[in-house]
């Protein structure tokens, strides 16, 4: 199954054609071509394996890739992840790779390299965002709890002012009310402009924030479709929803 949509009205963020990854002789990501559009918060679905985490890392050269990749019409393909970063491309990872022994102000600034001389009023903007932060800001990260460790994790990427946020489940090992603040302070993000880029195991609130859904199988995107149309397609709809 395949459908096509288009952003209507919006200009191109991030466009990756064609794009593939392998580890070793195993191509996890078989030639992948996606969009976002500027301010759009788009989700990827897929069962484990699918290679959602390795299409994630490709686009943002943490894992070698083939393909072409354009953002906001400019050819990036080859630029590695710190220039992709300079650019607004920044990635939250899957286990969230915070300094542990680090304090939360510490972590913070980790973040702020790029932006060295707005790191006082990012912060303040992350701690609107994120209050809890700022109760905690000389606690060390490995002893926040899970909920507040992803605030972390997010607010740390969003210290290097990024363009397009990539997420690799954030929700993942969350009880659910920090799950669903974590996505929804996400939503609020991307009401504010942020594009988003969100691989999320937790389908039903992923869905009610993307305005788009691709579905990766077997290292392809097997769909691309609007989130209120996955009701339709009743194999999507058992896996997903139900
Ligand atoms: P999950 O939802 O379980 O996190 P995923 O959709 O993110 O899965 P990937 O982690 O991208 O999938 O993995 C895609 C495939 O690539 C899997 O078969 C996985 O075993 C394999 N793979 C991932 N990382 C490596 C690696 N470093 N070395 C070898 N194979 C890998």
């Known amino acids: 199954m395949s459908v096509q ?3 209507a009205g919006r200009s191109s963020l991030l466009e990756a054609r064609e794009v593939s990854a392998s580890y070793g002789h195993v191509q996890a990501l078989k030639p992948t071509s ?3 559009a500027e301010g759009e918060l788009v989700t990827i679905l897929g069962p484990n394996g699918a290679g959602k ?3 994630l890392r490709a686009l ?5 890739c083939r393909g072409r990749l354009f953002f906001r019409g400019t050819e990036i393909s080859g630029l590695p992840t710190h220039q992709l970063a300079r650019r607004g491309i920044v990635m939250v990872q899957e286990g969230r790779g915070l300094f542990a022994q680090m304090s939360v102000r510490e972590n913070l600034m980790v973040g702020a390299f790029l932006h060295a001389a707005e790191t006082d009023r990012q912060m303040a903007a992350v701690f609107e965002l994120f209050p809890r932060l700022r109760e905690r800001i000389d606690q060390t990260a490995g002893s926040l709890s899970g909920g507040e460790q992803q605030m972390l994790a997010i607010g740390r990427a969003l210290m290097a002012k990024p363009q397009l946020l990539m997420l690799d489940e954030p929700s993942l090992g969350l009880a659910p009310r920090a799950a669903s603040e974590i996505l929804s302070t996400l939503g609020e993000l991307n009401r504010r402009g942020l594009g988003i880029l969100l691989v999320e195991q937790k389908a039903p609130l992923a869905l009610k924030l993307a305005q788009r859904v ?3 199988s077997l290292g392809k995107i097997v769909a691309e479709l609007k989130p ?3 009701e339709s397609h009743h194999d999507l709809a058992r896996y997903y929803l139900h």
Request: aromatic residues 4%.
């Open 5 to 7: 949509i288009l952003s």
């Open 34 to 36: 996606l969009h976002i």
């Open 53 to 55: 985490s390795t299409l």
């Open 60 to 64: 943002t050269r943490l894992t070698a």
């Open 214 to 216: 691709y579905v990766l």
């Open 228 to 230: 209120d149309e996955i």
